[in-house]
């Protein structure tokens, strides 16, 4: 639901895993390929690529600081 920008790092909750692990958004592009600097809609379908791992059923949240 919270909004995330390109170059954002975000921590990434596995199932089974108490240590979070943190990843950098690399790109963010819509469902026609248009590149996008921010996923500002909560209900938008977007493409977004890591630097690093995130898998089918893991949670994304803001770096907590």
């Known amino acids: 639901k919270n909004k995330f920008c390109v170059g ?6 596995a199932p089974g895993n108490l240590d ?6 690399a790109s963010i592009s819509d469902d026609y390929g ?16 890591f630097e690093g791992t995130v898998e089918e059923g893991n949670i994304l949240r803001g770096k907590s600081l």
């Open 8 to 13: 954002d790092e975000l921590e990434v909750l």
């Open 34 to 49: 248009n590149a996008m600097d921010s996923c500002p809609h909560a209900s938008q379908m977007l493409n977004v690529v």
């Open 20 to 25: 979070p692990v943190y990843v950098k958004v």
